[in-house]
Nanobody, 126 residues
């Protein structure tokens, strides 16, 4: 059974940093492209970042480029999202997602990911 568990969310002041973690179980982690999405009430789930399973190539939403960094530790089946210089508009529930069959054109689409975590809340005070 595939399970993704996020951790590391919390409250931070604008300009501060947070690190999110997602630990996977029940999967051969090295076969999965991993991603982070976020969602605020009343809005669609939004792509944040993704990291491929083979090359470790990363892709980011333009709104977080240069401030967020996604990385993975295959030995620990963990993906990390380092978030720096946080802004109030970054506040959301952040979700970890995994896909073993994704292609390049689908990387930013939530529907391309078959497995999801429960989410972790990030709150940014101004």
């Amino acid at each position: 059974q595939v399970q993704l568990v996020e951790s590391g969310g919390g409250l931070v002041q604008a300009g501060g940093s947070l690190t999110l973690f997602c630990t996977a179980s029940g999967v051969t982690f090295t076969r999965y492209t991993m991603a982070w999405f976020r969602q605020v009430p009343g809005k669609e789930r939004e792509f944040v970042a993704t990291i491929s399973h083979r090359s470790g190539r990363t892709y980011y939403a333009s709104s977080v480029e240069g401030r967020f960094t996604i990385s993975r530790d295959n030995a620990k089946s963990t993906v990390k999202l380092q978030m720096n210089n946080l802004k109030p508009e970054d506040a959301a529930v952040y979700f970890c997602a995994a896909s073993s069959t994704i292609i390049l054109s689908q990387l930013r689409s939530p529907s391309a990911y078959g497995y999801w975590g429960q989410g972790t809340q990030v709150t940014v005070s101004s």
